[in-house]
């Protein structure tokens, strides 16, 4: 591409045309998707474009492209790990680089228990890398995927970090994510766990159910309290039983609930991935990854806040063998969702983007559609593997390296 001056790059258009898009709600065939100072300007048939000098055009023959990836559970990537951000040893933009390579254009660092005091130096250190575009994928909030969780169903998390419901103490988790705090996972059976839901739903944080052994009772006075979210359904929480009703029986058959789920058919069969997405509304699934820390690095040890992990031919494990988080990208996940369930692509392709969006409060992201945040990915269609991804208008990673993104301050751009 000829190289332009700044000045005339803000004016230009980009057409990127593509063998079919899918907005995720409906597929475009041949289409053409033009956007204009980090925005989509129009979507639709390729033809219906006309191809003025003032546009540079992108074409993309047997490739596919969808809204930008969001994975919303997601602990590291690149050896950076979300809940020892203040250590320094390793930097966000090596995980949003390598999250653009994999189609993803937002995600939410997700930190688990730590002491107290840990805790909150790491939130406020972390919420202060959120103030910051990236060359990448952006993080566009914090998940809190713990203190208030059950003992019992503690998963790779230190027990000595798990506390009761404190107010208190949740208040200074709040304030610590200087307002980047979207998401907090918590076990419903608690004491004080309706006041602990009705602290986050004026702080706008989305309270979400898990890491729990609630009952029936329990879990229908939280969602009723406006906890209608259910953290990686199925783990860590009790298996399904046909008499004792719990949080994944009824996350499952409650239409009012959203639920997570792994996609990487490893911490959950293919089968039971498949049985969520036949027992959920299509708007209700969200596919996360629940990646750590080892994502697109060599087997060997790494670390999910305090507790070692073991990467060994890709299963992530304590040191007493139990699945802790994965590798998983989501490029990976969108094709086994479609591959395990009997989802139309359309449909699956919503759980890793309009959905995580929409119940996130991200209405401007997740879609293909005039007005949107222009965060679009190309795949293959051979074998589903990142072509290219852009992120606000700005090319931000290229397989065959031969586009570089456009010389203007995206962010600047968006507010206009």
């Known amino acids: 591409m000829k190289k332009q001056s700044k000045e005339n790059i803000k004016k230009r258009r980009q057409l990127y045309i593509t063998d079919f898009g899918l907005t995720p709600t409906k597929r475009i065939d041949k289409c053409g998707i033009l956007v204009e100072k980090g925005k989509i300007l129009a979507i639709g048939g390729a033809s219906a474009f006309s191809r003025d000098l003032d546009i540079d055009i992108f074409e993309f023959p ?11 559970h997601i602990h590291g990537g690149g050896g950076f790990d979300s809940s020892s951000a203040d250590n320094g040893l390793f930097d966000i933009t090596s995980m949003c680089a390598l999250l653009a390579s994999h189609g993803v254009t937002s ?16 939130l406020s250190y972390l919420a202060d890398l959120l103030e910051v575009s990236y060359n990448g994928a ?39 994510g200087k307002g980047h705090v979207k998401l907090c996972t918590f076990a419903p059976e608690l004491e004080n766990s309706d006041k602990l839901i009705e602290l986050f739903l004026e702080n706008n944080i989305r309270p979400s159910m898990g890491h729990s052994l609630a009952d029936e ?28 009703i719990n949080l994944t029986s009824v996350a499952l058959t409650d239409d009012r609930v959203t639920t997570e789920i792994i996609l990487d058919g490893i911490l959950l069969d293919p089968r039971m991935i498949d049985l969520v997405c036949r027992a959920k509304p299509k708007d209700k699934i969200i596919g996360i990854s629940d990646a750590i ?7 060997g040890y790494y670390h999910l806040g305090k ?50 969006a929409n119940d996130l409060g991200l209405q401007h992201l997740g879609e293909l559609l005039p007005g949107k945040r222009a965060d679009i ?3 293959y269609k051979e074998n589903n593997k990142t072509r290219l991804t852009i992120s606000g208008g700005r090319i931000v990673y290229d397989s065959e390296n031969k586009l570089t993104g456009h010389d203007f301050d995206v962010n600047e751009e968006l507010k206009n």
């Open 62 to 72: 047997d490739c596919y492209a969808t809204p930008g990836f969001i994975d919303s």
């Open 107 to 122: 995600f939410i660092p997700t930190v688990v228990s730590m002491s107290a005091d840990k805790m909150l130096a790491n």
């Open 138 to 176: 952006q993080p566009v909030g914090i998940h809190i995927e713990g203190p208030f969780i059950n003992r019992k169903k503690h998963g790779s998390q230190t027990l000595d970090d798990i506390k009761d419901v404190d107010l208190g103490f949740a208040r200074e988790l709040i304030a610590a």
């Open 217 to 244: 009772k329990a879990v229908l006075r939280a969602i009723d309290a406006g906890a209608d979210r259910c953290t990686h359904i199925y783990n860590g929480m009790p298996p399904l039983h046909q008499r004792n």
């Open 293 to 299: 820390a080892a994502v697109g690095l060599r087997d």
């Open 307 to 356: 507790s070692q992990i073991e990467v060994k031919n890709g299963r992530s494990t304590t040191a007493d063998g139990a699945l802790a988080g994965t590798t998983l990208t989501l490029e990976n996940g969108w094709h086994y969702l479609v591959t395990y369930s009997h989802l139309k692509d359309t449909e699956a392709a919503r759980c890793v983007t309009m959905n995580p």
């Open 377 to 379: 990915s190309f795949f």
